[in-house]
């Protein structure tokens, strides 16, 4: 049985940065797709970055682009998403996911293994 463990979350004000890792174990990490996702109060679960095994290709929302940056430890099994400049409009439950794939995926009907979430609140 597969477990995500995402932690990180918190509170932050606009401009501020954020780290979230998310720690796997059940299964080898290192050949598969990785993501993460946001949820915000009263919205659809969006895609935020992706990242394959090879971390030579991530992919990301327009909308964090150029601020999050998505990487992966496979010796540790972890990944990580670095949030700079923050904005209000982050406010959201973050989840991190595992694909059954090994290319960049952005539809959460990609992904078969799902964390609990954490909260990331950023204040004007």
């Known amino acids: 049985q597969v477990q995500l463990v995402e932690s990180g979350g918190g509170s932050v004000q606009a401009g501020g940065s954020l780290r979230l890792s998310c720690v796997s174990s059940?299964?080898?990490?290192?050949?598969?797709?990785m993501g993460w996702f946001r949820q915000a109060p009263g919205k659809e679960r969006e895609f935020v970055a992706t990242?394959?095994?090879?971390?030579?290709?991530?992919d990301y929302a327009d909308s964090v682009k150029g601020r999050f940056t998505v990487s992966r430890n496979n010796a540790k099994n972890t990944l990580y998403l670095q949030m700079n400049s923050q904005k209000p409009e982050n406010t959201a439950v973050y989840y991190c996911?595992?694909?059954?794939?090994?290319?960049?995926?952005?539809?959460?009907?990609?992904?078969?293994?799902w964390g609990q979430g954490t909260q990331v609140t950023v204040s004007s």
């Open positions: 990242l394959p095994r090879s971390e030579s290709s991530p």
């Open positions: 996911a595992q694909a059954q794939s090994f290319i960049p995926r952005r539809s959460p009907d990609e992904y078969i293994y």
């Open positions: 059940g299964r080898t990490f290192s050949p598969y797709t």
